[in-house]
């Protein structure tokens, strides 16, 4: 079963920052943060991930609170093309596979 | 990175019959799975195939209906057997270049619809 808990839907502005939450309260000291993204019609992006401190890439920015309970996804400039379903998803990093558990995500439609 | 290529892009099929779906990958990689996303619905594993050895399912899925080859380390099969509308879904294939530590990179799908 799938550990995080997202909102079901969100709207952004185009050009405004979309900061997307995500809930894990049960999350384990050797789980990390990824944030993967499903346009229509296409397969799963990955975005970014995170362990404790805060991340940065080009595609988006990872916030990880101190006690590791939540985290947001933040796209700075959010375009018509970020608009997606967005999955917050934990997994332990140790040796050996452990597979992606997609939950439901949060749909954000990004308008004009 | 790794991009994934999938055979078809969708089918309609009729209950009753078979269809296999192909997965492509430009890199030689280790760990590929296949994943089904039913209409509406998020992502669900159907099972782990790595190169070299027989194919891992997930809780509710089995081999006589979803048999899986992986013949080399940049090709893989996924065949859904005696198909029902229930069959009707998006197929993925995915793979995790780097041992899934990191990113794991999916392909465009197959959409399958069954009548």
């Known amino acids: 079963d799938a550990k995080t808990t997202q909102p079901p839907s969100m709207d952004c502005a185009e050009g405004r920052a979309a900061n997307l939450p995500c809930n894990h309260s049960t999350i384990s000291g050797n789980e990390y943060v990824y944030w993967y993204r499903q346009i229509h019609s296409q397969g799963p992006q990955y975005i970014i991930h995170g362990l404790k401190n805060n991340e940065t890439n080009e595609m988006a920015s990872l916030i990880i609170t101190e006690d590791r309970k939540s985290s947001t996804l933040i796209l700075p400039h959010a375009t018509l093309r970020d608009t997606a379903v967005y999955y917050c998803?934990?997994?332990?990093?140790?040796?050996?596979?452990?597979?992606?558990?997609f939950g439901t995500g949060t749909r954000l439609l990004v308008s004009p | 990175s790794a991009v994934i290529s999938q055979k078809p892009s969708r089918d309609i099929c009729q209950r009753g019959t078979s269809l296999t779906i192909q997965c492509q990958v430009d890199s030689q990689v280790t760990m590929m799975f296949w994943y089904r996303q039913q209409p509406g619905q998020s992502l669900t594993l159907i099972a782990t195939?790595?190169?070299?050895?027989?194919?891992?399912?997930e809780s509710g899925f089995v081999i006589d209906k979803f048999p899986i080859s992986r013949p080399n380390l940049t090709f893989s099969t996924l065949t859904v057997s005696n198909m029902s509308p229930e069959d009707s879904s998006i197929y993925l294939c995915s793979v995790a270049p780097s041992g899934g530590l990191y990113e794991q990179y999916f392909g465009p799908g197959t959409r399958l619809t069954v009548t």
């Open positions: 998803i934990v997994r332990p990093m140790n040796t050996g596979f452990q597979k992606l558990v």
């Open positions: 195939a790595n190169q070299g050895s027989e194919a891992t399912y």
